[in-house]
């Protein structure tokens, strides 16, 4: 077995270009959701499967595969599991596997920083979250499908491919599934931070129940590809890491990677 260590000059990416130049059969990567996306978009269209030993603040892809946050329960589903294949996406020549986010939930991710997570975990976001509230500006959006096209003010815009159920402002549909050759939009349409707080109820409450939400604040959409338009321009998170900014297309790469899952 061959271990490589990320540095401030060698990406989790390139990481795992040298292990599938060195003849890999399996990649497995130890870190958050930007290491393991980072290696996943090497692996992406490859017959060599992506382990994953989750060892970040969030973790939401492990979470959303079921594979076990310890240690010892992923490497457990390394050895015992079989290869999943589940989708991807698109932004330009990005690969994401979990999710594009744009508006509250991408300047919370944004904003919440090192520091603040090594001392509060997870809850550094909630923390985040409560003072973004106190300044939140809502952004025009017009999103378009082929024929379809929607606009309307938001505060916050979830692309999905794959998506725990924590990650609430994604759980606009009754199932986000990371396996269909979808995208899975969830708009979230608020004026106040007491609109904002009653959809994300109402977005835990559905994803807890399996069901689509049922708000007029929260609009959902579903297809293979959209293009954003925002007046501002807004900032995009790609899987928890900096992605530019809008106007932007997105699209859904079915059947693209393999990862070792439960």
Known sequence: MNVYTTSSDRSP??????????????????????TVSGVGSVLVGTAVP?????????????T????????????????????????TLRCNDRVVIL??????????VAGTTTDAKQRWGALAYLFEGLRQLR???PFRVTITDGDRSFEDEVVAIAIANIAPTKTAFAQGPSEVVGDDGLLDVTIVRAQTAGQVIAAGFELVRSAIAGEEAQDDRIVVLRSRSVHLRCEPAQDIVLDGEEGGTTPQSFVAVARDLLVIAP
């Open 64 to 87: 959303a595969l079921g594979i076990p946050t310890d240690t010892e329960g992923a490497c457990r589903v390394i050895v015992e599991g079989r290869p999943r294949v589940v989708d």
């Open 135 to 137: 300044t939140l500006s």
């Open 99 to 108: 999710h594009a986010m744009i508006g509250l939930h991408a300047d919370v």
């Open 50 to 62: 992506l382990g994953v030993v989750p060892s970040g603040t969030s973790n939401s892809f492990a």
């Open 13 to 34: 990416a390139a990481c795992a270009r040298t292990a599938l130049a060195d003849g890999a059969e399996i990649v497995i990567a130890s870190g958050g959701d930007g």
